[in-house]
């Protein structure tokens, strides 16, 4: 609905209050090309729960180890190179039991065509064994 006539919507088009319910699952990539680098804008207060950390302001290569060989860099740059949601399921280990997250990278580009940030909605699942 938030999508303009031509290209993809951007960091503009998106009214927070519009949202609230999902607030604290989303998170926003600062995105940074040549080479491809990925800055944590903004994280949701459920994101942070789960991590245990608030990773605003840090570059995804400072938070996490081998960032740059795992699923989520390639699905990061993925959703910047190409301008196209991406959509992931895994499974995670948590010291109150196993996890499943599912996580959506949205493009927004400020001039409909070349992706600056990465909107992500992640929410966590306990997974019964």
Not at 31 to 37: A, C, I, K, L, Q
Not at 94 to 104: E, H, I
């Amino acid at each position: 609905r938030i999508r303009p006539a031509e290209g993809l919507p951007g960091r503009q088009h998106v009214d927070p209050a519009d949202i609230p319910e999902l607030l604290p699952h989303l998170w926003m990539t600062d995105v940074f090309r040549d080479p491809w680098r990925f800055r944590i804008r903004l994280v949701g207060t459920a994101v942070v729960q789960y991590a245990g950390r608030d990773s605003t302001g840090k570059w995804c290569t400072e938070q996490f180890p081998n960032f740059e060989e795992s699923a989520a860099y390639h699905d990061l740059v993925r959703c910047a190179e190409q301008g196209v949601p991406v959509f992931r399921t895994a499974r995670q280990l948590a010291g109150d039991g196993p996890r499943q997250s599912q996580r959506v990278h949205l493009p927004l580009a400020a001039d409909g065509r070349e992706v600056d940030i990465i909107l992500s909605l992640t929410r966590y699942v306990f997974v019964r064994e």
